[in-house]
């Protein structure tokens, strides 16, 4: 599938589309801390509102542990809380890398992210700087943006309209790449394209081909 020839702007996801991602691994993690099935873990990731504030940087880190701690009645360190919360972030590829810098070339291309402070001090930390030599995912970007600076989060339509308006981007010339169905429909109603990446390959296939 080619890219249609109108767009100008390419907005990316983070988790899911550049940056390999399993959600399953934080949940089991947190079994294992809490001695909870992992059944009741995700019903309860999935249902407290706790993971959206911290998303959308309404709570700091401690208070993010604080509310961990009080969901799933574990009284672990604020290390072994942030390894758990961590396990999701499986790496980034190479080539996801390497494709962004030949985009630059061609588009405006920008990150969108729900994301939260512990999340990308260790993908800055441990993913970028020891395999990249890189502090952070700026240089990949025209820029980059993210829930918890912005006080917003996807799907909600201001996230969206703030990298529009910022950068003077016509919804119709941009296209969203997004793993989730939510965000893709969010970013949809206001009339920009998207590719919804189903599996992690998807990016480097829409590109190449």
Do not use: C
């Amino acid at each position: 599938m080619a890219q249609a020839s109108s767009v100008k702007n390419l907005i990316f996801d983070l988790g899911g589309v550049i940056l390999d991602l399993s959600v399953d691994h934080t949940l089991q993690s947190f079994s294992d801390i809490s001695g909870l099935k992992k059944e009741k873990v995700k019903e309860l990731f999935v249902s407290s509102r706790g993971f959206l504030d911290y998303e959308k940087g309404l709570i700091d880190d401690d208070t993010f542990r604080a509310f961990v701690r009080e969901l799933y009645n574990v009284q672990a360190s604020d290390d072994v809380l942030d390894a758990s919360w961590n396990a999701m972030l499986r790496g980034i590829p190479k080539e996801k890398l390497d494709l962004l810098l030949s985009l630059k070339n061609k588009f405006n291309v920008y990150l969108l992210s729900n994301t939260n402070t512990i999340h990308l001090n260790y993908i800055n930390d441990k993913i970028l700087l020891p395999h990249f030599q890189e502090e952070s995912l700026d240089r990949y970007f025209h820029k980059t943006y993210y829930s918890h600076l912005m006080k917003k989060r996807k799907p909600d339509a201001d996230i969206f309209e703030q990298v529009l308006d910022e950068n003077g981007l016509q919804p119709h010339e941009t296209l969203f790449l997004d793993d989730n169905a939510d965000n893709i429909a969010g970013a949809k109603a206001l009339g920009i394209q998207t590719v919804h990446v189903v599996t992690p390959d998807v990016i480097i296939d829409y590109f190449n081909d």
